[in-house]
Every structure is written in C-alpha cells, then in structure tokens.
C-alpha cells in the first residue's frame, strides 16, 4: 500500500492571551470577558497538529490535509490570515458559536459531521487529527469523542511524534507519566491522534502558501455551514480564573544558582 | 545588515509573485483605501469589475502585507472627528465598534505641578502662583484648572473616541468579508522594487537569517512582489516609505523634522471612578511644560490615559514611560485613576512636520497615504481620519483610472489621486496648520500663542519656521539641569551610569526631586512589566535586528544616548564601549530612536537606521 494520506485537522479557536482572561457569567452560559474584542488564534494543540500533518504531507506524495474549524465565522476569518500563510490545507468551516466553555460531546458531534460531509474522503487513507486537549478545558475527550462517532478504533492522545514505516505502519509517541513517551505501532489508516506540542516548530509565513490557500479559504468561508450548539447540555456551577504572581526584575550577570534560590524561596511561600 | 549579509541578500534568488495591487502597512490609511476598493470590485451581478492583468482570467488582485502579527496592533488616543469614516460608513453606527463612544463632555485642563519637580519657566510659575491663589479660596483644589473653552480648532466634540486596536480589527473583518482582498498580518517588507523611477513593487523581508541579517538555519529569502501599483501605507517609520524618502528626496523646503512620541495606557476604571463615558480631557502643564496629556473614556469603565513627549522637548532627560506614571499620579486624575487595571499599553511615534513632512505622493508605479505622507493635522491633533480619508481619496482614483485603463503612472496617479485629496478638507486645514507649531521652537509658551494665533486667524498669521533636526534642539544636561544640580555631580551622575549600564533619567528624576512611584502591581508597575501586562511583545525568531547603529564609533563618545534614555520598551541599553546594544524581543516598534539619535555624521538623519522587522508590541485595546 503506498503511503498516501487523507489527513484531517480538527481545530478550534480561543482568544489571543494579550492579557489576563477573566471568566464571567452571562445568560447564555460562561463567557470570557471581552472575548469578542480579543484577536484569535488557532488552538495551541490544533496548531501544533495541524503543522504535523502539513510536514507529513509533504513527505507523503499525493496527500492532501483538510482544516475542520468549527468556530464563529468572523473570528475563523481572522485566524485564516495567520494560519493560512504557514500550511497548505483546505478548510472545512463551521460557523458555529463554540468556545471553551462548549460541551464537548456536542463539539464533537459537529466536528464529525463535517467530516462526514467531505467529498471525496478515502476512509482506508485517512489520519484524524486533533490538538488532544483541545475545545474541552484540557479534559481531553473531544477528539476521542469525534473518533468515537466516526468508528475510528484506533486512537493515540499526547502524541509527539509519528513516523512512517516502510511497510505502511506507523509508530506513534505518546506522553505517559514520567515524562516519558510510550511507543505503539499502527498498522495504518484510519487511526486518530491527538496532538501534544510535536516535535516541529511553528512553520514561517510563507506568501506563496498564503496566496494559494487563500484562492479556496475565502470562497470555503463564504460558504460555510451553520451549526448550532445545545446550551443545556452542561452547567456550570462556578468558574473562576487561575492565581497568578509576576513580579518582573531585571538581573544582569546573577549566578544560576542565586536565581534558583530566590524562585524556591518564592515557590515555598507561595 | 553586515556586508556580507547585504551581499548575500542581493545574490540570492527569490520567489517571485505578480498581483495588480499591493499594499504596505495596515493602518486607517489602508483601512480607507481597501473599504473603498473592495466595495468597488464587483458589478452589480456579483462577477469581476475588473480583470486582472498580473492573472489574466482571474479578479484583480489586490494583497496588503502588515508587520505586526495581528491587524489589531494600532495605537493611538484615539478621537477623531470622524468625517471621513463617517462618510465611508453612512448606514452604521460606529458606536458598535468595541471599545468606540461618541464624544461627550470635553474639557481642557492646565495641570499644575503638585510635586514642584517640574521645570517651569518663569512664565509658568507666575501662572501656577496666581492660580494658586485665586484657588485657595476653592474648597475642592486638586492642582488643576479646566480653560474656560477648548479652542475651536481643537474640538472634538462631535467625534468619536476609539480604540485604533479595534477600529484596525473592526475594519479588516469588513475588507476580508468580501473575500476579494487578502490582508497578511506577520509580514514585513523591507524595501522597495524599483525601476529607474519607478516602483514595481516590494521585497519582503528574509527569514531565517541571523541578527546581523546573513542566511541562517532555514533561510528562506524574501519573496518579491511585483505590482502595478505599490500603496504604501507604513506609517512614519516604515521601512518602504523612508527609503522612498531616502531615494526620491522630499519635494523641495520639506522637512521631517518635527516628532513625538505617544505613550498610553488602556486603564479599567473602579466603578465609582466618577468619569463619565464620552469623557474627553486634553491637559497641559504637567508634569513638564511641554508635555501634553488625555484622557478618554471608553465604554465599559476603560479609559485611555496618554502623554505625547515632543521632539522640540529640549531635555536630555525625555523617558515617556516615568512620566506617563508621573502624570497618572496627578491629583486631579489620580482621583479617577486611583483602585483601577491597567489593560493595556502602547508607544508610538507621531510625524508632527505634517504639511511639511509631505513626501512625494505619487510616482509611476506608487502612491503614499496615511500618516507617512504627511496627511496628520497638527493644529487638531488629528490624524486618524485624515489618513482613513487619504486612503479613500487613493481608493477613488484607483477605480477612476482601471475604469479608463490607463496605467499608474506619476502623471495619472497626480491627476487622480493628487489632484483629489488637494482638493479636499483635509488639504485644505493642513494649509491652515501647516505653520501653526513654528512657536514650539521658541519655548512652550510662545507655541502655545501661535498655535492659537494660527488656529485662530485661520493659518494666515503664524511665527516664524525655525526647525531644525530634533537632534540638533537638545540641550545639555548642564544647560537645563546646571541651575538645580552642580555641574560635577552631573558629570558624576553621568559617568556613573555609564559604567553601569543604567539608564540616566531614573537619576536626574530622583535628584530633582520626583518622588519614587508607589508600584501596586495593578496600575503602577515597573516599565518591563508593563511590557507583559500592557500586551505581548512578539519577537518571531528568525529575522534581523531591525534597529541598526550605521556607524558603530560615532556612538561611543554620544553622551547622554537618547536613544537609551528613549526606548519605550527598554530594548536599547549601554552597550560594550559605549555602543548601544538592542534587543528585538523588547522592541514595541515605537520609532523614537530613530528621531532621539544624536550620532549621526548627518543630523537630519542619525546613526540609526530602522529597518523592516516581523512583531512588536501586540495588544488590542490600543
């Protein structure tokens, strides 16, 4: 079998963290404080994946990686200026009101009925990707979710590497305890991965990348699809941000050692 | 770029891509211009108005590159009287605009100095005396006095207060709505193409090269953009529009001479701060004389608090960034300010020459609009809708001269887009403005009296043009601090930092008795936290310095270094051998370096070059 994939990225957006987010209450359930008027990034983990496929793509004559990205349209729009100028891929849009506050199983239930609407798909090609700990809080259910409902059996979450076999295998890293990776071998598609940070950095912005994608991205956009989402699926019952300290200094020419006492005096009285 | 790195970087090949239109800086300019074009693109069936030449069978293509890694980057104060956006968006109300708010109560105020550290001339402390004591009866005296009326030309009171971060972003999901435009955020260029006169486009700036520019791991050379047209929009620094100025001269007696440079904060109100939204404050008096301050309110408790450092400052000691602490501190704002966020932060530098900083508008192959051309009115203080208007203005004769095919040559460019925009209010208040600031040259009080003469008479009687390069104004340390501290301890102070590597105006400040700011990890915070709380520094590994010193030795002996005194981000400090050293991570992109150098063989121009770089200070409430 030769070694052509079908290479799906499932990617949510959140907002840009130019500052503190601040979580509050409103009729229709959480929300961040002024998340509309924040710039928005692809998902940290939806990115790192998505670069995964993209490189895997490269390497693998014939592939092809779309972009499912279920998020307000407007917001995606922005995104795509960013995104679109690292990776070639055509984008699967939903327009659909989600954010980190969203049920999963309901993502999920949107994310794989995009999927299913590909035309064109090759099932026995295709590697489902996701960030693992996206558009859930970090729960890490969404992708197993969509895998779930798409009959994919073999799954691998916090994976950091994956590499091709000659014989159309793969072998997949995956983060355990310890900081250490467990290594299991596939015997090829369909398999769903969910991405950890990889092992790749953030690709440049490459103009000609950009300008190709952007010939299917608007049209994609202009065309997307509607989703709702059920908002009595889950309740919240309090939501409150994470303490942070940060006192800033600069230090020039302090010894290491100094530096480290200071931060386990301060990590002691925290 | 080092030799060797400039020798490579012409040597290399590059990718090549023709569009029909591109632009260079996304800003109000860009923003006038592309909402324009893009509503003038398609018929009324929905297919092509125009066909592309660069790809025959496809739409024009139109394609803006900005530096910053987001589209909601701006800052600014921002009110504006808001004529030309209006105009381009008749039907909406701009007061949907995250963070926009009509204008309501507007006030001028003349801040006294509370701490009596500020220097003050004779004139000024006459005035603070008398004051003084008409005040003394008040019950409620917090070292201010509001003018008895905001002179005409100065009002805003039917305008608009923004955040330019979200009036950007508000302004780009309306251009790439139409998906017949692409806007590409994180993408530098860093010169021209050109042919003899002509411009044929831009070269983007390279990546994966070292500090000093030569190819590093990765290198991916930039690509060149070929265009019909080259719009340049980069502001007043951009690297496009100054080596437009450097290779085609100004056109002649104009200058760029005048400068300033806005530092703000995006405050969150407590909620029983007692400022209203709409609220609009200019002040002047502290905490220098020739510094001039605002307040803004926004909706939803955020408020924009600012000063503006001017080039004509003559003091050595010029750190924006203590005195913008210092000026929040003032009494008469400290009482609203007080228990509040800070949210956000920005600097940015402002081409204040306006008519007189008039590049060429228009040559064959390019076109200048926004800022960088000139279009800021400094009588007003505005210069965001006058931009927006340029753009629109350009926008126009695009579409006038693809309707009549005929090419984007000088003579078409003038007689389309030139011949508009003098033509319009915003040539003709900058006529009025034009000399309206000549008396900063003289001393802040004689500024202020011919700017109120110019406004006043309409621009027909003014003072006198004495400008000169910003670096040829400054005084000594001597000439303005020798009255208050000894000449030795000066010199002592002087050589004491230099050894150190510390920054000189903490000390001059402290000795002349500012007080220490009072840190609560809320509002007042250190300068470098500032840079993580105000926002994010964004630093994408793989491109040059930007910020060059040309001649290396001509820095040694510079004494104090503006350029460190300057920085908004702190990114230059004291380097080996008294060489500055600089640190793009820390670098907002504010300009002042570029106009606080004092080394250069050249006074018009410094021994700093600022070149085409990737990020700077990313935050969207500016």
Redesign the interface.
């Given at each position: 079998m030769s070694n052509v994939y079908h290479i799906i990225v499932c990617a949510g957006i959140v907002p840009?963290?130019?500052?503190t987010l601040e979580p509050l209450t409103t009729p229709a359930g959480p929300a961040l404080k002024?998340e509309?008027?924040?710039?928005a990034v692809l998902d940290p983990w939806a990115g790192h994946a998505l670069y995964e496929a993209s490189h895997l793509a490269a390497h693998a004559a014939g592939s092809k990686v779309w972009l499912v990205n279920a998020a307000p349209k407007?917001k995606l729009?922005?995104v795509m200026?960013?995104v679109a100028?690292k990776a070639s891929f055509e984008l699967v849009p939903v327009d659909t009101p989600a954010n980190g506050f969203s049920d999963a199983h309901a993502v999920a239930g949107v994310l794989a009925a995009a999927i299913q609407s590909i035309a064109g798909l090759d099932r026995s090609r295709l590697l489902l990707f996701g960030g693992w700990e996206s558009a859930s809080r970090g729960a890490g259910v969404t992708m197993q979710l969509v895998g779930e409902q798409l009959g994919i059996v073999d799954q691998f979450q916090g994976v950091d590497q994956i590499t091709i076999q000659a014989d159309g295998s793969f072998e997949v890293l995956e983060r355990v305890e310890g900081g250490r990776h467990m290594a299991s071998v596939c015997q090829g598609p369909p398999a769903l991965l969910g991405w950890a940070t990889g092992n790749l950095p953030e690709p440049?912005?490459?103009?000609?990348i950009?300008?190709a994608n952007?010939r299917s991205v608007?049209?994609a956009?202009?065309k997307a699809k509607t989703a709702a989402l059920p908002q009595d699926m889950v309740r919240y019952l309090s939501v409150t941000p994470p303490t942070q300290q940060?006192q800033?200094?600069?230090v020039?020419d302090r010894p290491s050692d100094e530096i480290a006492a200071e931060l386990l005096e301060w990590i002691v009285e925290d | 770029m080092s030799a060797a790195a400039t020798s490579a970087s012409n040597s290399v090949e590059r990718q090549q891509m023709s569009v029909d239109i591109v632009g260079i800086g996304f800003g109000p300019a860009m923003g006038g211009f592309l909402t324009t074009l893009s509503r003038n693109l398609l018929k009324q069936d929905g297919t092509p108005r125009f066909e592309s030449a660069a790809a025959p069978g496809l739409p024009l293509q139109v394609i803006c590159y900005e530096r910053a890694d987001g589209l909601a980057f701006g800052v600014s104060g921002a009110v504006t009287r808001a004529r030309g956006i209006r105009a381009s968006f008749p039907d909406v109300d701009l007061a949907q605009i995250p963070m926009a708010i009509p204008v309501g109560n507007e006030k001028l105020m003349y801040l006294l100095d509370p701490i009596g550290a500020s220097r003050r001339s004779l004139g000024f402390r006459v005035a603070d005396r008398i004051i003084r004591m008409l005040a003394s009866a008040a019950r409620r005296y917090d070292h201010a006095v509001e003018l008895p009326f905001t002179p005409p030309f100065m009002q805003k009171s039917d305008g608009m207060i923004f955040s330019l971060g979200q009036f950007n972003q508000w302004v780009s999901e309306q251009v790439t709505s139409s998906g017949l435009i692409q806007l590409w955020p994180g993408m530098p260029a860093s010169e021209p193409l050109t042919e003899g006169n002509a411009v044929k486009g831009i070269r983007l700036a390279d990546q994966g090269v070292r500090l000093d520019g030569a190819p590093g791991e990765g290198f991916m050379p930039g690509m060149d953009v070929h265009a019909a047209l080259t719009v340049v929009a980069d502001g007043p620094v951009g690297a496009v529009g100054r080596q437009l100025d450097s290779r085609f001269g100004l056109p002649e007696n104009h200058h760029q001479r005048e400068w300033a440079l806005g530092m703000k904060v995006v405050v969150e109100l407590r909620e029983d701060s007692g400022l209203e939204t709409g609220t609009v404050l200019h002040t002047l008096g502290f905490p220098e004389p020739e510094i001039f301050g605002f307040l803004y309110v926004h909706p939803d408790r955020l408020a924009s608090v600012g000063i503006f450092i001017p080039s004509w400052m003559r003091s050595p000691v010029r750190t924006a960034y203590r005195y913008l602490q210092h000026f929040m501190l003032h009494p008469y704002l400290w009482k609203h300010l007080q228990g509040g966020t800070l949210k956000s932060w920005g600097a940015k530098s402002l081409q204040e020459s306006g008519r007189h900083g008039e590049p060429l508008l228009a040559g064959d192959g390019y076109a200048r609009i926004g800022e960088g051309s000139g279009s800021t009115n400094v009588l007003a203080g505005s210069g965001v809708d006058e931009a927006w208007t340029t753009g629109v203005q350009l926008a126009e004769a695009v579409i006038e001269l693809l309707e009549q095919k005929k090419p984007f040559t000088r003579e078409n460019l003038e007689q389309a887009y030139v011949r508009r925009r003098r033509q319009s209010w915003v040539e003709a208040e900058s006529r009025i403005a034009a000399d309206s600031r000549n008396g900063f040259q003289y001393g802040v009080l004689p500024g202020m009296i011919g700017m109120a003469i110019a406004g006043l008479t309409r621009g027909r009687i003014s003072l006198p043009d004495k400008s000169r390069p910003p670096c040829a104004c400054t005084l000594s340390l001597e000439d303005v601090y020798g009255s208050r501290v000894p000449a030795s301890e000066l010199q002592e102070m002087q050589e004491d930092c230099a050894l150190r590597g510390a920054s000189l105006h903490d000390r001059i400040m402290d000795r002349c008795g500012w007080p220490d700011i009072p840190f609560d990890g809320r509002l007042l915070i250190s300068h470098q936290d500032a840079l993580l709380m105000g926002g994010s520094v964004q630093a994408p590994p793989g491109y040059s310095n930007h910020v060059i010193f040309v001649r290396p030795q001509l820095c040694e002996s510079c004494e104090p270094k503006l350029c460190v005194e300057m920085c908004s981000g702190q990114a230059i400090t004291r380097g080996e051998g008294g060489v500055p050293s600089f640190d793009r991570e820390k670098c907002v992109y504010c300009g002042a370096c570029l106009w606080n150098c004092r080394a250069g063989a050249d006074r018009e121009h410094g021994n700093v070059q600022f070149r085409a770089g990737a990020g700077g200070l990313h935050s969207a409430q500016n």
């Open positions: 840009d963290p130019l500052q002024n509309s008027m924040l710039p407007a729009q922005q200026m960013n100028q440049r912005n490459n103009p000609q950009g300008m952007m608007m049209p956009l202009q940060r800033t200094r600069i020039k | -």
